[in-house]
């Protein structure tokens, strides 16, 4: 099949052309690769047929290029202080750890901006709009991708000089255990609630996560310049849904720079400083990682306990590997190098690592002399949950293509690839990711803008699915990321699909909408809570795969943007599954057919037939499509040839003239058939995901 081309940009490949003068430095560095990119983290997908409705679709200015080179910043010991503002060391009393947690697009970027510039740490004049969304993509998007820490220096009204830092949180439901650690490198938060929005499903789930964290939490209601704000509603929801005391909130404008002074003083106030655990051997938290195309592996961590100095051996507790520290320094927000980083304050490390895989977001590291008893707790080795092929337009491709997945790997411990091949897409790789509003809103998206702003590549990505399992005759329990993968049905005792519970907070007037929209789905209704008299949670079991799609799509349409979501996987359950398999041109579309209920199986095929036969264009000869169970058509459509009248140049008369004709044109088709290809457009990959749209409205 030949798919189509994906357009590229004149300004892709400016940025292409940008990106080339860190290609050398990393190959360097990497055997492997020939190639680099500069720091980031990233992943995402080509969305499905919708994604930029859901996504923040603004776009931020530039202002200008980032703060000075790092040349020019001073080294410094402890006690110095930084060329650039930042304090190099306190005493620990005087030290504040905290993040800004929010629902997105509450406006913890800004907020965090703010403090930056109101600290002096970034001037002005320097500022990129988001300093704190420091990738790209991030920036352009206007969403957090990954972490990034700040540590700014504030003299607080009491005349002393404090050491604050801020950790960025990412706000996208499927980076939950990232934020969760970087939660736990904290010991406060400031908790940003849009004034005009309120209480959303991210700003409880974060809520929660901080206390479990056992967190400070310091409420900031932002946004109050909006001519739509209702603070007093909205600080009667933090009152009663989280239970904080609002009696003291701060109300700020983070675009307006209100309120800004006033956070910075809560920070100093109300949240502890850390424990001073100098003594103990050295434990360091991971909490975030990204590879730079010059130091290897960068990572951000926060010394628990203990110190850690330039030129020290350490071992990374849950991998076992050793590393010698090639620098450690504090990001100031540029990085900026010390000799010793002590307990309870935040920094990174450069030692040459080469992948992230070898230094864990989670991971706790120790020094290889005075190693620590036991690793710090709560480190999950996180799974992909959603996979996806990826497949290059032109077979030519396939190297360059596993070289940019190596590389995003390199970076992004989360995304896995294996390679897949089938007869009608050729070479590609299955790629597996975190989860579903993340893979929908940010991953393809990154993985196909990425890939090909920075590779120059054309892809066709196939529809995400949810990794299934299935119990085969022999009893051996096998995972199936492809429904290609799956066994015959003579061969499996079953299917097994993920369940996740899923909260949606509304408006109590779309409690019915939500309703139907997760009974539709297979959702199974656990409990509605009533958080206020107007808002209410609606809290469900459903299969992962029901959400997958465009769910997110569908909660918003039907509750006209107000209502939100959050969901958390809960384990796997048997089903009633099938695998659909569609044929196009008597010929099997592996790449088509899908994993599904058999109660929606009929209602799924006619669909599926349906849109594919919209989507792919017609043909000089007819194209039937089936989608089939086993041996057995359950569905099926054909889309019509394009026919040439033949007759057009013979004028009235002979019928047989015509006939003889007629013949010879059914003749051609018929070798055409046989010798023919059917071109399958990139949206037919994705017309799995539009079924579901068009069987809920
Ligand atoms: N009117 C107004 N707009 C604001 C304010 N703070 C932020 N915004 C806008 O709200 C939008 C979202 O702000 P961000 O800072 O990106 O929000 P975020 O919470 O970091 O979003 P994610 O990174 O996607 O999680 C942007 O368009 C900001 O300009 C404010 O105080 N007043």
Not at 150 to 174: C, E, F, S, W
Not at 479 to 498: F, W
Not at 685 to 692: E, S, W
């Amino acid at each position: 099949m030949a798919p189509l081309l994906l357009p590229h940009t004149q300004s892709r490949l400016s940025a292409l052309q940008q990106r080339l003068s860190n290609i050398s430095a990393a190959a360097a560095l990497h055997p492997a690769c020939s190639h680099a990119r500069p720091a980031a983290r990233s992943v995402h997908s080509h969305a499905p047929q919708a994604p930029h409705q859901q996504l923040p679709s603004r776009r931020r200015a530039v202002v200008r290029a980032v703060a000075a080179p790092e040349s020019l910043i001073e080294k410094g010991g402890p006690g110095a202080t930084y060329a650039n503002g930042a304090v190099a060391k306190v005493p620990v009393d005087r030290i504040r750890n905290f993040c800004i947690i929010a629902h997105i697009d509450h406006g913890k970027s800004t907020l965090a901006d703010q403090l930056l510039l109101k600290t002096g740490t970034v001037a002005a004049r320097d500022m990129i709009d988001q300093f704190m969304d420091s990738n790209d993509i991030e920036r352009e998007r206007g969403i957090t991708i990954k972490l990034n820490t700040a540590r700014m220096k504030y003299t607080a009204q009491d005349g002393q000089l404090y050491a604050l830092n801020l950790i960025d949180t990412p706000g996208h439901v499927d980076f939950t255990y990232e934020v969760s650690r970087s939660l736990s490198s904290c010991e406060g938060a400031l908790l940003v609630v849009d004034a005009s929005q309120g209480v959303e499903a991210q700003t409880l789930a974060n809520v929660w996560l901080a206390l479990e964290n056992d967190l400070e939490i310091v409420p900031v209601l932002n946004k109050i310049d909006l001519p739509g704000a209702e603070p007093e509603r909205v600080i009667r929801e933090i009152e009663e849904i989280i239970g904080l005391d609002c009696s003291n909130i701060i109300r700020a404008s983070a675009k307006m720079g209100l309120g800004i002074e006033e956070t910075l003083e809560a920070v100093v106030q109300r949240i502890p400083p850390p424990n001073n655990t100098v003594k103990d051997p050295l434990r360091a938290l991971i909490f975030d990682s990204y590879y730079d195309a010059y130091r290897g592996v960068v990572c951000q961590f926060r010394v628990v306990d203990g110190q850690v100095a330039k030129g020290d051996t350490v071992v990374m507790m849950n991998t076992g590997k050793e590393y010698t520290l090639d620098e450690i320094g504090v990001l100031a927000p540029v990085k900026t190098p010390v000799d010793t980083l002590y307990a309870g304050e935040v920094g990174y490390l450069a030692a040459q690592i080469k992948s992230v895989l070898d230094a864990r977001v989670g991971d706790t590291v120790t020094l290889k002399k005075n190693p620590a008893a036991d690793a710090l707790e709560g480190y999950e080795d996180v799974q992909p949950m959603v996979y996806c092929g990826l497949f290059p337009t032109d077979a030519d491709d396939y190297q360059d293509l596993r070289e940019a997945l190596g590389k995003l790997q390199l970076n992004d411990a989360a995304l896995k690839f294996e390679p897949e091949v089938n007869n009608a897409m050729g070479f590609g790789f299955r790629c597996g990711f975190l989860g579903l509003l993340h893979m929908e809103i940010v991953q393809m998206e990154i993985v196909q803008e990425r890939l090909e702003r920075e590779y120059n590549l054309d892809l066709v990505t196939t529809a995400p699915t949810v990794v299934y399992k299935t119990l085969t005759n022999t009893g051996e329990e096998l995972t199936v990321n492809s429904p290609g993968d799956l066994p015959e049905a003579t061969k499996r005792q079953n299917i097994s699909e993920p369940y996740v519970r899923l909260e949606m907070v509304t408006p109590t007037e779309y409690v019915g909408n939500l309703m139907e929209l997760a009974n539709n789905r297979r959702g199974e209704f656990v409990e509605m809570k009533y958080l206020t008299d107007s808002r209410t949670t609606l809290v469900f079991n459903i299969p992962l795969a029901e959400v997958v799609t465009d769910y997110f799509d569908q909660l918003k349409s039907r509750s006209k943007g107000y209502a939100s979501m959050e969901y958390k996987i809960t384990g796997y359950r048997v089903n009633e599954l099938v695998l659909l398999e569609i044929k196009i041109n008597g010929e099997p579309a592996e790449p088509l057919s899908v994993i599904c209920h058999r109660d929606h199986a009929y209602r799924t095929g006619k669909a599926l037939c349906a849109k594919l036969k919209e989507l792919i264009p017609r043909q000089m000869f007819r194209v039937p499509i089936q989608a089939c169970i086993g041996a057995k058509v359950i569905a099926s459509e054909a889309i019509a040839p394009y026919r040439k009248d033949v007759l057009a140049k013979c004028y009235g008369g002979d019928i047989s003239r015509k006939k003889k004709l007629l013949q010879k044109q059914a003749d051609g088709k018929k070798r055409m058939k046989q010798l023919g290809k059917v071109e399958v457009p990139q949206a037919a990959f994705m017309a799995v995901l539009k079924i579901n749209q068009d069987s809920d409205s």
